[in-house]
């Protein structure tokens, strides 16, 4: 029987993940965090949700780009840990944060469109975590899964722009992860390019 190559990554990902999570979780109520604790674990877990949705969408360039393989084997887990940093950053920002007022949320959520937006990009996340399983891609077939899954740029998309409209003033940081998603995103529109000119050549060579 085959073995998977490398069949410690994905576990290595994980608990490589999830380590800055349990540590907040643990330095938290210690204060440990600093002075302001919840804002320091909403900075945290919206950052690395970020980071890690990036990280999951530049798994597939970087196959085109170096040909190796191993980072197909670790995009969905990517994307699941981004999901739960982003889950997280909202479930402090609405039990901590706002207390659970639903007349604050509502309020926030209006006249603040950096929150608006960030919950956007939570709400695109969720069909993406729900249909992350071999079994969801065999129930909608490979090509609806991969166009449903093409909204992990629209996730990512909203988080830069919630990312830049939270910080105002210094943007240096959140438009380089925009630049690195433009970035992606040209790799894959190149690609896709090339494979149809790659088809068009071979209908071309081989006339029905």
């Known amino acids: 029987m085959a073995t998977t190559p490398h069949p410690w990554l994905n576990p290595a990902v994980t608990v490589g993940g999830l380590a800055p999570l349990v540590l907040m979780a643990v330095q938290g109520p210690g204060g440990g965090l600093g002075p302001n604790a919840i804002e320091a674990a909403l900075n945290s877990t919206g950052l690395i949700a970020l980071v890690l949705l990036v990280a999951s969408l530049a798994c597939t360039p ?108 210094d943007v240096t940081e959140p438009m380089l992860y925009g630049a690195v998603l433009a970035l992606l995103f040209a790799l894959r529109v190149g690609e896709a390019m090339r494979k149809r000119r790659a088809r068009a050549a071979s209908a071309a060579r081989n006339p029905a």
């Open 62 to 169: 970087l196959r085109f780009v170096t040909g190796w393989t191993w980072p197909a084997r670790v995009r969905r887990t990517l994307g699941l840990l981004a999901f739960t940093y982003a889950s997280a950053h909202a479930l402090t920002y609405v039990v901590l944060d706002q207390g659970l007022s639903v007349s604050a949320l509502v309020e926030e959520l209006t006249e603040r469109p950096f929150i608006f937006v960030g919950f956007a990009a939570l709400m695109s996340m969720v069909p993406l975590a729900v249909t992350s399983t071999n079994a969801w891609v065999r129930r909608l077939g490979f090509p609806r899964w991969q166009r449903l899954h093409r909204l992990a740029y629209v996730a990512a998309v909203l988080g830069v722009v919630h990312f830049v409209w939270r910080v105002k003033k």
